[in-house]
């Protein structure tokens, strides 16, 4: 076995994905969480469940962009964790890179419905 395969000076080769979508995945889970603490507190505040509460809510632009923002986040949320799956457990390529492109163009799709979806209100 060749030196440069052992110890701290080993050659390392691959996707390099690890770090930088671990930080995205929590940076987002944050993003979710805020949105989420938001909801409960504007619900415990107001008490309101109708449908009358619900549209002032999402009436108020910034409502509508912190929203989007945690759409946005759960999307990206979910492709990180949907592409992990396809990359460690679909070994054929073909196979592979047909879900990852399924998997973007559905989750477009979700965020473009979302869009619409919010500017309705």
């Known amino acids: 076995m060749p030196i440069y395969q052992i110890g701290p000076k080993r050659l390392v080769v691959g996707a390099h994905y690890g770090l930088k979508e671990w930080i995205i995945q929590r940076v987002t889970a ?3 969480v805020v949105f989420t603490i938001v ?3 504007d619900y415990c505040i107001t008490g309101s469940a109708t449908y009358e509460g619900w549209s002032s809510l999402f009436s108020n632009q910034f409502m509508k962009l912190l929203t989007l923002l945690a759409f946005i ?3 990206y949320h979910a492709w990180i964790g949907i ?3 396809w990359m460690d457990y679909i070994k054929p390529v073909s196979i592979r890179l047909t879900l990852q492109v ?5 989750l477009v799709a979700c965020a473009a419905y979302a869009v619409q979806i919010l500017w309705k209100v």
């Open 83 to 85: 592409r992990d799956i």
């Open 30 to 32: 944050i993003v979710m």
């Open 102 to 106: 399924l998997t973007v163009l559905y």
């Open 39 to 41: 909801l409960l507190v």
């Open 73 to 75: 986040s759960l999307f």
